[in-house]
């Protein structure tokens, strides 16, 4: 929502978006090519994965994608929600928030496959919106999200409580968020989207679980910083020159971070 409210334009919007999923997305999807050495199979389950948002394909390729098609389509709900004022009432989001949570849990049981992700889904996501609109009375404790994310652990309620945790934890003061932001950078994305070819390449050696659970971590933290510094950041500045419309005071940007 943060980003929606600095643009002047729906076009604006989707620009930045735009520019924050797909440089690395390509890159990802150039290092597991390179990695893994790709037939023509494998770039069919690719797009099948990324394009069905994971309900079609074996995800063996690139398995974070499957979430970037879903996060594409709540983008255009917030804005369908933003321009009938949906923003405005804060008390009838979190009321859709109530009727997903509720549809989602019981009756969607019985639903396709696509009808429960979607209830899944739209449900953690306008829950960020509350929480986003509702900023001001908002905890602000990175040890109460990390509770509530501990609590993600839990049937049923944990599927709700988790999100709802993690959210609060990246929109909590903390010295690690701040070193981080300082000195590595927004690296975030790269770790969700480089760690999975980084993993299967290493899965091909006879390495120790721990061994190789700590290689992916190193390697894809180098990659991440790599990708940030010498592709994300510097095309992000084509987003450069968007400014908040008159109507809607944005929220300083000390305080929205480590929220994408």
Same mark, same amino acid.
């Given at each position: 929502?943060? *980003?929606?409210?600095?643009? +002047? *334009?729906?076009?604006?919007?989707? +620009? =930045?978006?735009?520019? =924050?999923?797909?440089?690395?997305?390509?890159?990802?999807?150039?290092?597991?090519?390179?990695?893994?050495?790709?037939?023509?199979?494998?770039?069919?389950?690719?797009?099948?994965?990324?394009?069905?948002?994971?309900?079609?394909?074996?995800?063996?390729?690139?398995?974070?994608?499957? *979430?970037?098609?879903?996060?594409?389509?709540?983008?255009?709900?917030? %804005?369908?929600?933003?321009? %009938?004022?949906?923003?405005?009432? /804060?008390?009838?989001?979190?009321?859709?928030?109530?009727?997903?949570?509720?549809?989602?849990?019981?009756?969607?049981?019985?639903?396709?496959?696509?009808?429960?992700?979607?209830?899944?889904?739209?449900? #953690?996501?306008?829950?960020?919106?509350?929480?986003?609109?509702?900023?001001?009375?908002?905890?602000?404790?990175? *040890?109460?999200?990390?509770?509530?994310?501990?609590?993600?652990?839990?049937?049923? %309620?944990?599927?709700?409580?988790?999100?709802?945790? #993690?959210?609060?934890?990246?929109?909590?003061?903390?010295?690690?968020? +701040?070193?981080?932001?300082?000195?590595?950078?927004?690296?975030?994305?790269?770790?969700?989207?480089?760690?999975?070819?980084?993993?299967?390449?290493?899965?091909?050696?006879?390495?120790?679980?721990?061994?190789?659970?700590?290689?992916?971590?190193?390697?894809?933290?180098?990659?991440?910083?790599?990708?940030?510094?010498?592709?994300? +950041?510097?095309?992000?500045?084509?987003?450069?020159?968007?400014?908040?419309?008159?109507?809607?005071? /944005?929220?300083?940007?000390?305080?929205?971070?480590?929220?994408?």
């Amino acid at each position: 929502m943060g *980003s929606l409210e600095r643009t +002047k *334009s729906v076009g604006e919007f989707f +620009k =930045r978006r735009i520019l =924050r999923i797909y440089p690395a997305l390509i890159a990802a999807y150039g290092l597991a090519y390179f990695l893994g050495r790709w037939d023509a199979s494998t770039w069919q389950d690719a797009a099948k994965w990324y394009l069905t948002g994971g309900i079609k394909g074996r995800g063996a390729a690139l398995l974070p994608a499957w *979430s970037l098609m879903w996060e594409q389509l709540c983008y255009a709900l917030l %804005v369908i929600l933003a321009a %009938v004022g949906a923003y405005k009432r /804060p008390q009838l989001i979190g009321w859709m928030v109530f009727a997903l949570i509720y549809i989602w849990l019981f009756p969607a049981t019985s639903l396709p496959l696509y009808g429960r992700t979607s209830f899944h889904l739209v449900a #953690c996501f306008l829950m960020g919106n509350l929480i986003h609109v509702s900023y001001k009375i908002t905890p602000r404790s990175a *040890s109460i999200g990390a509770a509530l994310a501990v609590a993600g652990f839990l049937p049923y %309620v944990g599927q709700v409580l988790g999100p709802v945790g #993690c959210t609060i934890w990246a929109l909590s003061p903390h010295p690690l968020g +701040k070193w981080i932001d300082d000195h590595v950078g927004d690296v975030s994305y790269g770790l969700y989207i480089y760690h999975w070819p980084i993993l299967m390449y290493l899965t091909a050696f006879n390495f120790a679980p721990a061994v190789r659970i700590g290689l992916t971590v190193l390697v894809t933290l180098i990659v991440s910083y790599g990708s940030w510094h010498l592709l994300e +950041k510097p095309l992000s500045r084509l987003k450069r020159g968007a400014r908040a419309p008159r109507d809607v005071q /944005p929220i300083p940007e000390a305080q929205t971070a480590g929220v994408q």
